[in-house]
């Protein structure tokens, strides 16, 4: 069997008639897995915090958008190329390749999807913060505003109403430990 490299679209579209709607890869792989193909559309998972809300809720999207990786033997070839969503030129993709580099990046990304689902699953919250250790953070209201933190991790005391981001700023020539509203700060680039 010869592992493709297809292309498809990226609006919602429904993967059988009358189905909800999906994002297109992830419709053109259940239609390629119900014609009984190994099909990978990798997704990816991120915490995103969205407008005022305090804590970032799971964000699934596409690895590569408008890109699929598809096993499909000669024989089934014909009945892929209709599926509803994917443009009927497929590259194939070399063995040595295939070997090499996709099903590593496929098994990547799926340990990459397990951990983020045990981080759902548990409600850990500071797990799912968006910030990593040592990040430049700036700061736009509150009292260092205008200042660059470098974020540490997120702590909750009992007397707290939400998490907030500790953080390291250096005052008088001198790392000092602080704390900022995370709705208060933005990573920068």
Known sequence: MTWYLGITT????????GAEKERGEFAVER???????QAHAPRKIEFKRVGKKRYP???????LPSYIFAEIPAAKFAAAIQCNGLRPTMMAIPQQEVRRHVLSFIDRVAAENME?????????????????????????????KDR??????????AHDMHPMIEAEVEIFGRAV???ADPLDVKGVA
């Open 177 to 179: 430990r602080v704390k």
């Open 57 to 63: 809720d799971p964000v699934t999207s596409a690895y």
């Open 148 to 157: 660059i933190l470098h974020f540490q991790r997120m702590v909750q005391a």
């Open 10 to 17: 990226t609006r919602l579209i429904a993967p059988t008639p």
């Open 31 to 37: 239609q390629l897995r119900a014609l009984g193909l």
């Open 116 to 144: 983020a689902e045990r981080i759902v699953a548990s409600r850990d919250r500071a797990a799912m913060c968006q910030f990593k250790p040592g990040q430049a953070l700036e700061v736009f209201e509150g009292p260092f």
